[in-house]
């Protein structure tokens, strides 16, 4: 494609989307073990650019990981356990012999691992200086989040609106109390925090020495039962009790006649502006850290948001409210100045969404799953992009393509057929790569199931349902020499 004379020159870039949990490992679960830097080989042998991981905060409800405890911290079951011997943190005697199935058992790997890290933080030096530094780097959050997760342990796990008072409302009395008879539960959280993330940084900066950028992943909203909440409570729409006054949600559509209750709390947007949006500019400025490009789930929320009544049945009776808008990006980006910001504006098409995306400047996403149910004009297909956008097959709320193709309509088949150039020798999942491929996106991410060409049963969520979700793992030998050129093949002139 030949580019007009005041147009200039880009990159196109390709790179594979692939959760952490979903790598082969011998203790349940993907880590950030050597499975992690042999997936950065395989994604420099097969030339991409991009590796985009799911969000790395401990996973909450359903072991979903955009329903955390906090959005600041890791989940601690990807610490790599054989990293631990080798920092001598645990003999190779402590690691037992153990089997698990082949997709992640997060209660399985939990009663397998929890030991080994409380037997690791029992080693640990606490006096070690890297230690004491991230203590002191990252202890806007860091004292929370050990604090909330001690007083939680020792009362079974209820959320917190549920606490005594006296901890329920941070009475400091109350706190310091409690963090002198539990200081070395406390400890575990802040040394287990500590291991994590240095174990992914020793990760990315294997990456980056590789021409592999990482981009994570930012849940808009928050658990209403988080330390974010429980330490912020004026950054939400709260009661005197602590509950939320609203929730969110998405309204009744052709998917949902009920609509989606989410539950997540709403944010107070008065007290963020008259705060000069600082919780907002905190969290963004820690994941620019961890991450060379941010994708920022729910976007459109910024523009306009679904509100539901707390305690609502469904979310039937819930009303739009506007969004901070281009205010609140003109008032944080000089945070984060030369961060890169994909946005998911996925079921955003509105005026007040495209707006929005037109006044940042971010990439917005585009899906070719959804590109074939209406006519040639609809906005997912390539031939109607805008350069500055990233193109998947689907996300990890999508069957995965060939799971999609197979259960297709008639009138998507026939579009598909019109439009994709499909080889009867290859499987739709390729074909759709290829499509998308092809197309003046700056930037195509592919999940690994589809350049797998793997079925429904191999897809990572299904939204509105509660089990079987988040725990998909290949199997170890599966990037093989064959799957490397088949990427290769259909990514050459993105590399």
């Known amino acids: 494609m030949l580019l007009k004379a005041n147009e200039p020159k880009y990159k196109r870039l390709s790179g594979i989307l692939l959760s952490l949990s979903s790598l082969p490992s011998d203790y349940g679960i993907g880590s950030f073990g050597r499975e992690a830097f042999s997936f950065v080989d395989f994604l420099k042998k097969c030339r991409q650019s991009y590796w985009q991981l799911l969000p790395l905060c401990p996973v909450g409800k359903g072991n979903s990981p955009y329903c955390s405890q906090s959005t600041f911290a890791g989940e ?90 006296p901890l329920k409302y941070r009475i400091p009395d109350a706190l310091k109390s409690f963090r002198d008879e539990h200081s070395e539960e406390i400890l575990f959280y802040e040394i287990t925090q500590y291991i994590f993330h240095r174990q992914f940084s020793e990760l990315k900066s294997y ?72 919780w907002w500019k905190n969290r963004l400025q820690h994941n620019a850290k961890l991450y060379d490009v941010i994708r920022i789930d729910h976007f459109r ?10 305690g609502s049945p469904d979310a039937k009776g819930g009303k739009w409210e506007k969004g901070p808008g281009i205010y609140f990006w003109n008032t944080v980006k000089p945070a984060i100045a030369n961060t890169e910001i994909i946005a998911e504006d996925l079921g955003g098409e509105t005026r007040e969404v495209r707006e929005l995306i037109e006044q940042t400047g971010f990439p917005n996403m585009k899906v070719l799953q959804f590109a074939f149910d ?44 019109k439009l994709v150039a499909v080889d009867k020798s290859s499987s739709p999942a390729l074909s759709l790569i290829a499509f998308g491929m092809k197309s003046k996106a700056r930037t195509v991410i592919i999940p690994l199931q589809d350049y797998m060409c793997l079925p429904s049963k191999d897809r990572m969520n299904t939204p ?14 599966a990037l093989t020499e064959e799957l490397c050129n088949t990427v290769l093949r259909l990514s050459k002139g993105r590399n």
Not at 262 to 267: A, E, K, M, T, V
């Open 464 to 477: 509105g349902t509660g089990e079987g979700n988040w725990e998909w793992r290949f199997e170890r030998g």
């Open 374 to 417: 209406s006519d040639l004009k609809d906005p997912f297909l390539p031939k109607n992009f805008q350069r500055n956008c990233v193109c998947y097959t689907g996300t990890h709320d999508n069957d995965t393509t060939l799971g999609w193709y197979k259960t297709s309509t008639t009138q998507e088949r026939l579009l598909f057929s």
């Open 76 to 165: 601690i079951l990807l610490i790599d356990i054989d990293g631990l011997a080798d920092l001598g943190l645990l003999d190779k005697d402590d690691i037992p012999q153990a089997e698990f199935p082949k997709n992640a058992d997060y209660s399985a790997v939990r009663k397998f691992k929890l030991p080994l890290l409380k037997k690791a933080a029992d080693n640990f030096n606490v006096k070690d200086s890297d230690f004491i530094k991230f203590k002191s780097e990252n202890k806007p959050w860091l004292e929370d989040y050990a604090l909330f997760m001690a007083i939680k342990d020792s009362i079974c796990g209820l959320p917190f609106y549920r606490w005594p008072e």
């Open 207 to 278: 990456a980056r020495q590789n021409g592999v950028k990482l981009i994570g992943d930012i849940p808009f909203y928050v658990s209403l039962d988080s330390a974010d909440v429980w330490s912020n409570p004026n950054c939400f729409r709260l009661g005197r009790d602590m509950t939320p006054v609203l929730v969110a949600g998405v309204p009744p559509d052709v998917f949902s006649s009920d609509g989606q209750l989410w539950g997540n709390p709403i944010y107070d947007w008065d007290f963020h502006k008259k705060s000069g949006f600082l």
């Open 301 to 310: 929320a910024f523009a306009d948001y679904y509100t539901i009544p707390y």
